[in-house]
């Protein structure tokens, strides 16, 4: 990092330390699958913070718990579409929640209540709640399911506890360091503080003042925000989320976990949710990732795929700064003073000269497209004109091809031949494309075309 980007950094943490009245705050930037820059402001216990500090990370633990439901659903031991009531016994609990699909509680759209049954859950002992049904709270379902984005803390008590069925009653914080932390390293994060660790405060809105945060174990709610963690551990945890790891997860299922699932409903909406993601917009750039807050912490952790880059920053105070936008400032900052340079071309190392001739102008309907080749036999296809449907397409072991992106995402790219065996034209989910717009006598195209061709005159 040149020094004036790691000046900038700095100054981004100890304003955003100073002006919103933190005890301390902290800051990490992991790019290109390592930490590029590190920077604390103020105190914790008469040092200055680092990236070895403990805070409590709240609602970041969501997407945490949403990797190990991730894991599972890969394994085969659930379906994304499954009901909760096929895996676990909700006997008590209002009918509708069993009915929620894993789908809708990773992305907020079960319609469950926001907050847990009884006093408030982030400062009392989850004792107060022993079962399950617990944790629903008043008027259980405010909202029909999958109709809408409803932030449910909930909900992910419920996630937590399908993994705990499913890992065979195996505590959800040990599968998670397991099957987690280990293999990427993440030795600072817990469900409970381990030294060298921040303390929660609240600070008097009009005097400088402060006054300590509980941190009680919040039991079976833990799912929703109970980690502990640090800014290096999340940094690590930002390289997974980017690059992915095989021994966690694939790149392509976090790519899953990433896609819109559901949205806010207000009239300013910049971001929306994936399975366990935040998304949102800033400066013109996508970040996925996840805010968290419990009594005493704020946090944040947001990363740019374009970029590989991502943004951490972590806060002790109930109402301190606004670490979303910290988070996303170290990204901004990197990216604009330091833009990425792309990797170096590299010629493929051999090509099929089937796909080469498949390669080329292809024509839906009378507009233009492009089709390239790419590694591991993928193909591109892109637009010619300002109008048209891009998309990347991944091989399949049959010979075709499955959209990854785009309006065809899913969907299957077919090479369709003649009865010599030569390329007749492509077919994508039904759409067909030729080598020439609307070829004269072109029984490819459905409805058929004119026989005079181009160039017949209206009336």
């Known amino acids: 990092m040149l020094p004036t980007t790691r000046r900038a950094l700095l100054h981004r943490v100890a304003v955003a330390q100073a002006e919103g009245r933190s005890p301390s705050l902290v800051g990490v930037v992991v790019r290109e699958g390592k930490t590029v820059w590190s920077g604390g402001w103020g105190e914790v216990d008469g040092w200055a913070p680092d990236a070895d500090t403990q805070y409590r990370i709240g609602s970041i633990t969501k997407t945490f718990i949403a990797v190990l439901v991730m894991r599972l659903c890969d394994e085969g031991l659930l379906d994304l579409g499954d009901p909760l009531r096929a895996h676990l016994d909700l006997d008590g609990a209002p009918p509708e929640a069993g009915e929620a699909t894993v789908t809708q509680l990773l992305a907020h759209t079960a319609g469950l209540s926001a907050e847990a049954r009884g006093p408030w859950w982030e400062r009392t002992d989850g004792a107060l709640r022993p079962e399950l049904t617990?944790?629903?709270?008043?008027?259980?379902?405010?909202?029909?399911?999958?109709?809408?984005?409803?932030?449910?803390?909930?909900?992910?008590?419920?996630?937590?506890?399908?993994?705990?069925?499913?890992?065979?009653?195996?505590?959800?914080?040990?599968?998670?360091?397991?099957?987690?932390?280990?293999?990427?390293?993440?030795?600072?994060?817990?469900?409970?503080?381990?030294?060298?660790?921040?303390?929660?405060?609240?600070?008097?809105?009009?005097a400088d003042v402060?006054?300590?945060?509980?941190?009680?174990?919040?039991?079976?709610?833990?799912?929703?925000?109970?980690?502990?963690?640090?800014?290096?551990?999340?940094g690590r945890f930002a390289v997974f989320l980017l690059r992915g790891d095989e021994?966690?997860?694939?790149?392509?299922?976090?790519?899953?976990?990433?896609?819109?699932?559901?949205?806010?409903?207000?009239?300013?909406?910049?971001?929306?949710?994936?399975?366990?993601v935040q998304l949102t917009r800033s400066h013109g750039r996508l970040l996925f990732g996840h805010t968290?807050?419990?009594?005493?912490?704020?946090?944040?952790?947001?990363?740019?795929?374009?970029?590989?880059?991502?943004?951490?920053?972590?806060?002790?105070?109930?109402?301190?700064?606004?670490?979303?936008a910290v988070a996303a400032d170290l990204v901004r900052i990197v990216a604009e003073r330091e833009p990425r340079l792309p990797r170096p071309w590299q010629p493929l190392p051999a090509a099929d000269p089937e796909l080469l001739a498949l390669?080329?102008?292809?024509?839906?309907?009378?507009?233009?497209?492009?089709?390239?080749?790419?590694?591991?036999?993928?193909?591109?296809?892109?637009?010619?004109?300002?109008?048209?449907?891009?998309?990347?397409?991944?091989?399949?072991?049959?010979?075709?091809?499955?959209?990854?992106?785009?309006y065809y995402a899913g969907e299957v790219l077919r090479v369709v031949r003649t009865a010599s065996g030569e390329v007749s034209h492509?077919?994508?989910g039904t759409f067909v494309f030729t080598r020439q717009p609307y070829e004269p006598g072109d029984a490819a195209v459905p409805g058929g075309v004119h026989p005079e061709g181009w160039g017949v005159q209206p009336g």
């Open 247 to 276: 021994r966690v997860l694939s790149a392509d299922t976090l790519a899953r976990m990433r896609e819109p699932a559901s949205g806010p409903r207000d009239e300013n909406w910049q971001g929306g949710y994936g399975l366990g």
């Open 292 to 324: 968290g807050s419990m009594p005493g912490f704020v946090s944040a952790l947001w990363a740019n795929e374009a970029e590989d880059v991502a943004g951490i920053a972590l806060a002790n105070a109930t109402a301190g700064p606004l670490t979303g």
């Open 134 to 206: 617990d944790v629903f709270g008043e008027g259980a379902q405010p909202h029909p399911a999958g109709r809408r984005h409803h932030y449910s803390n909930p909900g992910f008590a419920l996630l937590g506890a399908l993994v705990e069925r499913l890992r065979g009653g195996t505590p959800w914080h040990e599968v998670l360091r397991r099957e987690v932390l280990e293999p990427l390293g993440m030795a600072r994060t817990s469900p409970l503080p381990e030294a060298p660790h921040a303390q929660g405060w609240a600070v008097h809105p009009w």
């Open 426 to 428: 492509l077919d994508i």
């Open 210 to 234: 402060l006054q300590p945060e509980p941190a009680v174990d919040t039991g079976l709610m833990g799912p929703a925000g109970q980690l502990w963690s640090t800014a290096g551990d999340l």
């Open 359 to 406: 390669t080329g102008p292809w024509y839906w309907g009378a507009t233009p497209l492009a089709l390239r080749l790419r590694a591991d036999r993928g193909l591109e296809l892109r637009p010619l004109a300002a109008h048209g449907r891009a998309a990347r397409f991944r091989a399949e072991a049959d010979g075709t091809w499955t959209g990854r992106d785009g």
